[in-house]
């Protein structure tokens, strides 16, 4: 899951990269952004990358509410499978995700 600022420079390259190295990538909507440059305002790059050259090419956009959810579902499977492997003990490390809308 890619988030961050420069999507046009930095995000660009790792979204490319790991999709060249078999990873599914995904970018949560409203999660990235990046800077007027000298070709285009800020809003149009990032609607041209989210809307138009990611998907279906090299990412998986989806809404920041399936991201959450997924998040959870993760956090879940994660305590669920540690939990069943230190037969039942709660292990040192453990993450719970609680979205809060």
């Excluded at 046009?8 to 990269?17: A, G, P």
């Excluded at 040192?92 to 995700?97: D, E, G, K, V």
């Amino acid at each position: 899951m890619i988030v961050g600022l420069q999507m046009n420079f930095c995000i660009e390259v790792t979204v490319k990269s790991g999709f060249e190295h078999g990873l599914q990538m995904i970018v949560p909507e409203y999660a990235n952004s990046t800077f007027d440059n000298d070709y285009m305002k800020k809003d149009v790059c990032y609607r041209y990358y989210n809307d138009y050259l990611w998907p279906a090419r090299y990412v998986e956009c989806i809404s920041m509410l399936n991201c959450c959810l997924s998040l959870c579902i993760f956090s879940f499977l994660y305590n669920f499978y540690h939990l069943r492997r230190c037969n039942n003990k709660i292990p040192n490390r453990i993450m719970f995700l609680i979205p809060r809308y």
